[in-house]
């Protein structure tokens, strides 16, 4: 059984920054995909990053990419979110999912994830 811990979240103005983190159980993050979703109220849990399985190069939301940065440390069985230069829009519960098996057509579906977090708020407010 995949358990997934994030943390990280608060509140922050606009134009600042904050980390995520997405604790996984023991090497998760070796043999799935591991993607961060969030979700605003009133809308539909909305892809932001992920890495495949097997694949260091994150793949990126349009409406996040230059702005945020998904890393992972397989020792630690963590992966990261940099967010920067942080938006109101930004603001939403911030999850993180995972999956042995997904296709690269399938990572922006959240309904192809087996796994998630409890998932942590994020504020941006002035």
């Known amino acids: 059984q995949v358990q997934l811990v994030e943390s990280g979240g608060g509140l922050v103005p606009p134009g600042d920054s904050l980390r995520l983190s997405c604790k996984a159980s023991?090497?998760?993050?070796?043999?799935?995909?591991v993607a961060w979703f969030r979700q605003a109220p009133g809308s539909e849990r909305e892809f932001v990053a992920a890495f495949k399985r097997g694949n260091s190069n994150p793949i990126y939301a349009n409406s996040v990419k230059g702005r945020f940065d998904m890393s992972k440390d397989n020792a630690k069985d963590t992966v990261y979110l940099q967010m920067n230069s942080l938006k109101t829009e930004d603001t939403a519960v911030y999850y993180c999912?995972?999956?042995?098996?997904?296709?690269?057509?399938?990572?922006?579906?959240?309904?192809?994830?087996?796994?998630w977090g409890q998932g942590t708020q994020v504020t941006v407010a002035s």
């Open positions: 023991s090497r998760t993050i070796n043999t799935h995909t």
């Open positions: 999912a995972a999956d042995c098996c997904l296709i690269t057509s399938s990572l922006g579906i959240p309904t192809q994830y087996d796994y």
